[in-house]
């Protein structure tokens, strides 16, 4: 069914894409003809355009995990109070681009800042190629601004780091070491009852993990509290863990490729893929220049000509 629901896409968003030149065609000689307005042909050229540039941006989600769900995970940078501020404002950013798009979003995991905002945050969007466009926001952001919680009213820089990963599915194979995993069982705390108070339902998953190819190896951590069922939560956790691991044999692959994807950069603090500069209402992504002054549509979630910039120049390596 799904191999079905992709080919009707293609098949459709094709017949769409020719009625609509053919229209406009038509529009054309009808304008030379006095049976139409110069507005109308200009209307038909504009949805024959918008047909053609969705198709060719869905064209750069051609990757098999491009079609999975993603986890988006956000952390906050070094500066308190303020970043754990920007930590959560990308967070709703997010959260308002997926309710826009119509797309499932779920908490998984979330630490709330000491003062204000989140220091951190784990959560997937359910949706048709969620990670695919979500992919391109993977790095880390600056904000820019005169911080609310500085006293002096002084300008502030602050970073967040955004990680994106494809939520893997049971048709993905990923083998899972079971003698590596370890579990601990906590209380939830926060709201939600006697039940989140009293019950350790949150789990804490430990995968010790060793690198097929380098042998390196590392501790992956997950922490779950999305239900107050441990059992469910167990279950999204260990899908979280095959998610992780499915995005290591995709890195692997990747390097071991010639090409490698353009524009590409490390996630560490420096090496900012977006900024955020409020006062000077501007919002600027540094891989393709592509810039607005919309900062509140885009801390609304307006993130569409940001991740179609990307995948335009990006998606296609």
């Known amino acids: 069914m799904k191999k079905i629901k992709e080919l009707k896409y293609w098949i459709d968003g094709y017949n769409q894409v020719a009625a609509a030149v053919e229209e406009l065609q038509l529009a054309y000689e009808f304008l030379k003809e006095g049976v139409v307005e110069e507005a109308d042909v200009d209307k038909a050229y504009e949805r024959a355009i918008n047909l053609i540039s969705e198709l060719e941006l869905r064209n750069m989600l051609r990757r098999e995990e491009d079609k999975m769900d993603a986890v988006i995970k956000i952390n906050s940078g070094a500066g308190g109070t303020e970043s754990q501020d920007w930590a959560e404002m990308l967070m709703r950013m997010y959260s308002r681009w997926c309710e826009a798009k119509g797309y499932r979003l779920a908490i998984d995991h979330l630490i709330e800042g000491d003062e204000a905002g989140i220091k951190t945050v784990t959560m997937h969007a359910e949706g048709a190629f969620a990670y695919g466009y979500l992919k391109g926001e993977n790095g880390v952001h600056r904000l820019v601004r005169v911080s609310p919680y500085n006293a002096q009213g002084k300008r502030m820089t602050s ?9 893997v599915d049971d048709s993905i194979e990923v083998k899972v070491d079971v003698s590596a995993i370890s579990w601990d069982t906590f209380r939830s705390g926060g709201a939600g009852g006697q039940n989140v108070n ?20 590392e501790e992956i951590l997950i922490e779950n509290t999305e239900t107050r069922d441990q059992p469910k939560n167990r279950e999204n956790a260990m899908r979280q863990l095959r998610s992780i691991l499915y995005d290591k044999e995709l890195k692997h692959r990747m390097e071991e490729q010639a090409k490698v994807e353009a524009g590409k950069k ?15 209402r501007r919002v600027k ?19 569409d000509q940001f991740i179609k910039s990307y995948l335009m120049e990006f998606g296609g390596e």
């Open 159 to 167: 970073f967040a780091s955004v990680f994106i990963t494809p939520l």
């Open 198 to 217: 009293k019950v350790e339902s949150g789990v804490r998953l430990r995968y010790n993990f060793k690198d097929p190819y380098t042998g390196e190896e």
């Open 266 to 280: 490390k996630i560490e603090w420096g090496s900012q893929i977006r900024s955020y500069v409020f006062d000077d």
């Open 285 to 303: 992504d540094h891989r393709t220049n592509y810039q607005t002054s919309d900062v509140g549509g885009v801390m609304d979630g307006d993130l």
